[in-house]
């Protein structure tokens, strides 16, 4: 029961929803105007739920942003499951903690009514903004419970561009994996890259061809083999490699050059002797455990999780008209490369 001067809950999405008979997400959609195909009765239901709970979507909108919540929310599709991508929400959670803040996590397992009702929970805590988040780099369609906050993508982006992204840099990690190699004074270099379409398939070729002609190196597109992205995908390649001549392979990641180095074994040959090989990802539990360790490239999950903090909080500003705000991939070095035998 409640006493007299007791202050009335705030209305949430939640109840209206509820009220309406309708999802969450369908109550973000009506309010927001998305645009989405909601039919005319749910879509009455709700404006109807809204004007008898007295909702006001604009208490909780973007100038809660100046109301001193100490709260920022993150918000993921899998990385809290994912063990080497779980570093984005420690590098955001330390860097949060640096100014002061705490870090709402909701991990959705990408379903669509947990990740609406997971950004109604955050805007009715009044976050100061929200990290949005995916386990891998791609292109994302907003939420559009997110309208109502300050938001930055991480390891992801809006094709718009509309929304402050922070992203790894692919085409600089691609770049560095093969100079790795050219370094140690390989000039016939093969390339095994994902056949599935992303930002990392088209980042690490542009890197790969930026370094052989940074060395003088034509780009040779019979050098370029498109595999499945894992283990079996690395394995099958291998006398393809071999039948090229090459005397060192970039792998799109670790899970690729996993499945090489069995193949290399399996025919009576040695990684490096034989054939020096770079992976990408830096997935410790592949990398630094093969024999012999694999050298490597590393996606900077804390260091995204990071720099999105700091974006949100306005820290860091990407320049404007450049697009998602890029981090550096580190080389990892390690004992998979060595000089070619005939050098």
């Not at 330390?94 to 100014?99: F, I, M, V």
């Not at 009702?117 to 907003?142: C, F, N, P, Q």
């Not at 930026?210 to 099958?236: M, N, T």
Request: charged share 25%; glycine share 10%; hydrophobic share 40%.
């Amino acid at each position: 029961m409640k006493n007299e001067g007791d202050t009335p809950r705030a209305v949430t999405m939640r109840d209206v929803a509820q009220a309406a008979g309708v999802s969450v997400s369908t109550v973000s959609h009506v309010v927001n105007n998305t645009g989405a195909r909601i039919g005319r009765d749910a879509r009455e239901r709700v404006r109807r739920a809204i004007e008898e709970l007295g909702y006001r979507p604009n208490a909780m909108a973007k100038n809660l942003v100046k109301g001193g919540s100490r709260f920022l929310g993150l918000v993921a599709d899998a990385i809290a499951s994912t063990p080497f991508a779980g570093q984005i929400i420690h590098g955001a959670q330390d860097e949060a903690w640096q100014h002061g803040y705490v870090l709402l996590v909701a991990n959705t397992e990408g379903n669509e009514e947990a990740e609406a009702s997971a950004i109604s929970m955050m805007l009715e805590h009044k976050v100061r903004g929200i990290l949005y988040s995916t386990w891998y780099h791609r292109a994302v369609d907003l939420p559009a419970g997110l309208a109502e906050a300050d938001t930055v993508l991480v390891n992801c982006y809006s094709m718009n561009g509309a929304v402050s992204a922070v992203v790894p840099d692919e085409s600089a990690g691609g770049h560095d994996a093969t100079r790795m190699l050219l370094a140690e004074g390989h000039r016939r270099i093969a390339f095994l890259n994902t056949r599935t379409p992303s930002p990392a398939r088209d980042g690490r070729l542009d890197g790969y061809r930026r370094a052989l002609d940074a060395a003088g190196l034509p780009f040779d597109p019979d050098l370029v083999v498109d595999v499945q992205p894992d283990q079996e995908g690395g394995y099958a390649a291998v006398d393809q490699v071999l039948a090229m001549r090459a005397t060192a392979v970039f792998c799109h990641n670790d899970r690729v050059a996993m499945g090489l180095y069995d193949g290399v074994r399996d025919r009576g040959l040695r990684v490096p002797d034989d054939l020096s090989v770079v992976g990408f990802d830096n997935q410790e539990v592949i990398a630094a455990h093969l024999r012999p360790a694999l050298s490597t490239v590393a996606l900077p999950h804390y260091e995204l999780g990071r720099r999105g903090v700091r974006v949100l909080l306005g820290l860091d500003m990407p320049e404007a008209g450049t697009g998602p705000l890029a981090v550096d991939c580190p080389s990892v070095p390690r004992h998979s490369i060595t000089r070619p035998s005939e050098s």
